[in-house]
């Protein structure tokens, strides 16, 4: 379950959603016809380019918004056509859908969170992850403006209610994994489950905290709530996941890797050259990088500050897994209960792409 489920801000632009993997049936025509009922797939080639008959794959994508920097730069800049691919973007409800999409065999490439891969294979999925686009997680613990002196650190949060968009999703995963490194009991917090939209409830009190993201972030301290924890902060980061914390990535269907091979390489060639982009592009370029469907009803102006403000510490600047960050995702899964602490998920990770 993945952080970027039911996002009411993609609703639009969403294809199929479910909780669970693909059934053996689901088909390529399945998951685009769903998505084009919704709004249409919006995809993208990049400027006419180096390649002049690029091959044309589809990659399943979570949609939620600070994760697409990476593939949205890729196909606008034309990073992936100087590599020979035509990649269209299959914009799904959520890492799930993307995942399901993934498996089901309806795109060739599925890019979601790791939580949501790693959970998919423990659960048989054969499927492998080659590439990251990245190393944090998109969620901060802030408490509502009314609590922010009574709530100063972690174990402060006994005895309250904190909102997350589910039980089970990664942003109840990582709070029951900063719990327990804080040495505070999980069964003494009260968890409301308010969908991806806790804003108002953190602003009118409600809840005494919650698992947000931008630009609800901003908003929230703006009003006066305090940050607990900020995971798209490297700073803190470390301090609290004792390092970078493996996120977004793209995966494959394991048996199609030595067929794929060569597609696979350019793929992440052409996301390699997208990071490298990244750090130097102004922020109306990052905005003007993403369809405008993506963007319906967002503030481009702080979106564009936002994605400039997090960009050094949310995306890496190549796409070659991080072995450590990933274990650190497999341990907060298994302390959240969503991977049974006896699995061994180290073989999710492919690393004969791009070397390790």
């Known amino acids: ?132 686009t990245g190393r944090l997680p998109l969620f901060a613990l802030v408490t509502a403006p009314k609590r922010a002196a009574e709530i100063t650190g972690l174990k402060d949060l006994e005895g309250k209610t904190v909102g997350v968009s589910a039980l089970g999703n990664a942003d109840h995963a990582l709070l029951l994994f900063l719990l327990a490194k804080a040495g505070a009991d999980k069964d003494k917090v009260q968890f409301a489950t308010l969908g991806v939209n806790l804003l108002e409830a953190l602003r009118g009190g409600l809840v005494d905290a919650g698992l947000v993201q931008e630009p609800a972030l901003t908003l929230i301290a703006r009003a006066g709530g305090r940050t607990l924890v900020n995971a798209m902060d490297s700073k803190d980061a470390q301090k609290y996941l004792g390092g970078p914390y493996e996120f977004m ?79 650190r995702v497999a341990e907060s899964l298994k302390i959240a209960g969503l991977v049974k602490a006896d699995a061994d998920v180290s073989g999710l990770h492919d690393t004969t792409i791009v070397g390790s």
């Open 249 to 327: 990535g793209v995966s494959v269907r394991t048996k199609e890797i030595a067929a794929r091979k060569p597609e696979m390489l350019a793929l992440a060639k052409g996301l390699d050259d997208a990071l490298k982009a990244l750090p130097k592009m102004k922020p109306n370029e990052l905005v003007n990088a993403f369809p405008k469907e993506l963007l319906a009803g967002a503030n481009v102006t702080e979106l564009g500050d936002i994605l400039a403000r997090y960009r050094t510490s949310l995306y890496p600047d190549r796409v070659t897994i991080d072995l450590a960050a990933a274990r």
């Open 1 to 132: 379950m993945g952080c970027c489920d039911d996002n009411p801000a993609f609703r639009s632009i969403a294809g199929k959603t479910s909780a669970e993997l693909a059934p053996p049936d689901l088909s390529r025509r399945t998951v685009l016809k769903g998505a084009a009922a919704l709004a249409g797939v919006v995809s993208a080639a990049g400027p006419a380019g180096a390649q002049t008959n690029p091959k044309k794959v589809t990659v399943s994508f979570c949609s939620q918004i600070l994760c697409a920097p990476p593939y949205v730069v890729g196909v606008a800049n034309g990073h992936f056509r100087n590599h020979g691919l035509d990649v269209e973007i299959v914009y799904t409800r959520g890492g799930n859908a993307a995942i399901q999409a993934l498996v089901g065999g309806a795109v060739d490439y599925g890019a979601t969170s790791l939580d949501v891969a790693m959970q998919a294979y423990a659960k048989g999925a054969d499927i492998r992850r080659f590439v990251t």
